[in-house]
């Protein structure tokens, strides 16, 4: 994937110490092996406070939409294949929302129903653009770390890229490499050396031979074959294509296969913030 590959360049080991809540994350460098850092065990209690204060949230946006949608009587003539490509990828986007909505079970998917309502918007403008002859709206891509923070500013940085002497523009990744999108609050918390407001993903690791614990992850630390989420970053990395993640997400492939795999996900050595 385009974009992510400064997050994905190193491999980190996650265990768990064993207590009930082990607080922040902490890097323990080990020379010439992975990283190993301990992670916070899910609280279901505070799990499930987090997924409610996000789906309430969620569902007047969602009616909010399919007022927009339903109240345009938009009706296409022939010839406008454009404007009608983008309108039914708009009703997929808000359907497939509605779906996720239902069936969301945690943070992270909650997050993709946020990102898929915000293409459902997104494409039934430029349909709508199209449609009076006007020029398509400018559109900016959705915030990285947290789909809910809405559109990323138009000058990013990269938190996970440590400066060296020389200090980079803001935006700069790298030779040949696009900034990760990211929201004007991330940008100055990054800038400030401060957390980030990173939507969580629950994962399933091995603590005992024959033990089992559910943890805590940055959502986009999840291998991305076993999620659509980290693998585009909701859509909002270089490369993803919203047609796409709306069809994955109505096939159901918005359910983490790796819940019950032992977690090995890739990030660069450094603390999480």
Same mark, same amino acid.
């Given at each position: ?78 010839? /406008? ?27 992270? /998917?909650?997050?993709?129903? $946020?990102?898929?309502? @915000? ?38 940085? @990269? ?12 935006? $700069? ?14 940008? /100055? ?54 047609? /796409? ?16 795999? @032992? ?11």
């Amino acid at each position: 994937m385009h974009g992510g590959g400064r997050l994905r360049r190193f491999w980190t080991r996650y265990v768990w110490d064993g207590s009930a809540d082990v607080g922040r994350p902490r890097p323990v460098p080990v020379k010439k092996q992975p990283t190993t850092i301990t992670l916070r065990r899910v609280d279901p209690e505070r799990w499930n406070a987090l997924c409610e204060a996000i789906r309430a949230r969620l569902e007047p946006r969602l009616v909010g939409v399919g007022e927009k949608l339903t109240a345009s009587e938009l009706t296409l003539r022939n010839g /406008e294949e454009q404007a009608a490509r983008e309108y039914l990828l708009a009703l997929d986007a808000y359907t497939a929302a509605g779906k996720l909505l239902d069936e969301a079970a945690e943070p992270a /998917e909650l997050g993709g129903v $946020s990102a898929l309502l @915000d293409i459902a918007a997104a494409h039934f403008a430029v349909a709508i653009a199209r449609h009076e002859g006007k020029p398509a709206p400018h559109r900016r891509s959705r915030c990285f770390y947290n789909p809910l923070h809405g559109a990323a500013a138009s000058n990013a940085v @990269d938190p996970s890229h440590k400066p060296k002497k020389r200090q980079r523009q803001p935006g $700069s990744r790298g030779k040949g490499q696009p900034p990760i999108p990211m929201c004007a609050d991330c940008r /100055e918390r990054a800038r400030a050396n401060l957390p980030l407001d990173i939507l969580p993903a629950a994962v399933s690791v091995r603590v005992r031979r024959r033990a089992r614990a559910l943890v805590e992850v940055p959502y986009f630390m999840v291998p991305h074959d076993r999620s659509i989420w980290a693998a585009t970053g909701f859509g909002s990395l270089p490369g993803s294509s919203d047609a /796409e993640l709306v069809r994955r997400v109505m096939r159901g492939e918005y359910r983490q296969a790796g819940k019950t795999a @032992d977690l090995m996900v890739r990030k660069k050595t450094r603390q999480l913030p």
